[in-house]
Nanobody, 127 residues
């Protein structure tokens, strides 16, 4: 059974940093692409960053490029978030797609097709 558990959210001042973790169990990450998504109150869900299962190739939304870094270590995917802004405030979710379901490059725009999601981690950026 595929399970994803996020942690690491919290309250941080603008300009600060947080690192989110997504621990995967029940499947081997090598064969799955993992994406980070976020949803702020009253806004649509947004794909933030993804990492390809076999190659580790990474993708980023323009809104976070240069500030966020996605990485993977064994069964955990991290999202390092630097230079945080109030607009980054949202619930952050990780999600998984098997490599045969889609290519990693489209994962961030294919959230509605993903079946495996974590429970979410709140990130609040405020003075």
């Amino acid at each position: 059974q595929v399970q994803l558990v996020e942690s690491g959210g919290g309250l941080v001042q603008p300009g600060g940093s947080l690192r989110l973790s997504c621990v995967a169990s029940g499947f081997t990450l090598d064969y799955y692409h993992i994406g980070w998504f976020r949803q702020a109150p009253g806004k649509e869900r947004e794909g933030v960053s993804s990492i390809e299962g076999m190659t580790g190739i990474t993708y980023y939304a323009d809104s976070v490029k240069g500030r966020f870094t996605i990485s993977r270590d064994k069964q955990t995917v991290y999202l390092q978030m630097n230079s945080l802004k109030p607009d980054d405030t949202a619930v952050y979710y990780c999600a998984a797609a098997h490599a045969t379901e889609m290519v990693a490059s489209v994962l961030l725009t294919s959230g509605s097709r993903l079946k495996s999601w974590g429970q979410g981690a709140q990130v609040t950026v405020s003075p």
